[in-house]
């Protein structure tokens, strides 16, 4: 914890003195370096004797010191708040602000993908879908559950647990249809049949890229889109290819490079 932080609370006491005297009980110990230049870092001793001094604050205590604490975090990380999403984010959930805890939760995910650490990734991605399920006004949050539900599907499949992909990328493509985005159903398909293509599951892999295509040709006649149908071609060519149907994979590709040079 950071004495800084501790004096963003708006404690009665003197926040340094009292510091100063933990540091002379062995009770806390300050590090040399802290994670924040302007705010001096602590530990305690035990973590028996945090655990203990946490129980001690009322529930209601808990909630406000933990906005308070991300709140501060958020300031203080400056052009670093990136990487510290995951903590800020703990701290937001355990406030109850659940909407703001899914927002940097979904942040902490995104970083984590860029550092290639999938399995925190999918674990931060499902913290920020997780969160988003306590809030009351979730359609209106329908674009960020689409991304945080591919940056699911993408951290299970980068980890080959493909089974968890499928599901991911099908919950995306549910969301996707609900929300009107033929976009983001026709990538959501293609994934998932990729996904079913890895698994060697062949037929059911044709049958959704079918099913990608089919929400491609709805999609309209913007780049993205034509994109998007692209790859549902490429990939319903790809497992026809799969299956020894070389006519076809030849005609489905030469279609996916025709709608990619539009």
Known sequence: FWDAALENFGLETDVAVTLKSLRRKELIYRLDNSAFEEARQYIFKHA?????????????????LHKKTAEWLITAAGERKAENAAVIAEHLEKSESFGE???????????????????????????????????????????????????????????????????????????????????????????????????????SALETAEKSVRSGEQAGDSREAQAELSLALYRLGRTHLALCNYAEAISLGEKSIEVAEK
Not at 57 to 64: F, I
Not at 143 to 165: D, K
């Open 101 to 203: 805890a899914a927002d940097w939760y979904g942040r902490a995910g995104q970083q984590a993908a860029a550092s290639y650490a999938h399995q925190a990734a999918a674990l931060f991605y499902q913290k920020a879908l997780d969160c988003h399920s306590k809030i009351s006004e979730k359609d209106e949050n329908l674009q960020q559950v689409v991304g945080w539900l591919r940056g699911l599907g993408e951290a299970f499949y980068s980890q080959a647990n493909f089974p968890a992909s499928i599901e991911a990328y099908l919950k995306m493509a549910e969301t996707a249809e609900i929300s009107g985005d033929k976009i983001n159903q026709t990538k959501a398909l293609h994934l998932v049949s990729a996904s079913q293509f890895e698994s060697s599951d062949f037929q």
């Open 48 to 64: 028996l004797l945090s655990d203990v001094t946490y129980n001690t604050l009322l529930l209601r205590e808990r909630k406000n």
